[in-house]
């Protein structure tokens, strides 16, 4: 189960070319046990802009630069992987 999450991470990485955010929220759900979260509406999906994935809060709302990752009591388990602080837009991370 557990590499064919991995495998299935690896591809969706691949296929999305959003932006290089994508990759890291994707990491950032594999690294969390995203999905096993209460509510992981959209993440891994490439069909769905990210800024409709939930938790995740975009400045206008649709463009793209996320600007906070709001995901209190949804589940989460494990290290917040260093990658996430990579995305320089995100001002508010509650988890």
């Known amino acids: 189960l557990l590499l064919?999450?991995?495998l299935s991470i690896s591809l969706l990485e691949k296929s999305v070319s959003q932006s290089p955010d994508?990759?890291?929220?994707?990491?950032f759900f594999q690294e969390t046990n995203g999905p096993f979260w209460t509510n992981h509406t959209h993440w891994n999906t490439t069909d769905k802009p990210i800024c409709t994935w939930f938790g995740v809060q975009c400045s206008n709302g649709s463009s793209a630069v996320i600007i906070s990752l709001?995901?209190?009591s949804n589940g989460l388990v494990?290290?917040?992987p260093k990658i996430l602080y990579e995305i320089s837009s995100l001002q508010t991370l509650n988890v």
């Open 4 to 6: 064919l999450l991995v």
């Open 22 to 27: 994508v990759s890291r929220l994707l990491r």
């Open 70 to 72: 709001e995901l209190p």
């Open 78 to 80: 494990g290290r917040i």
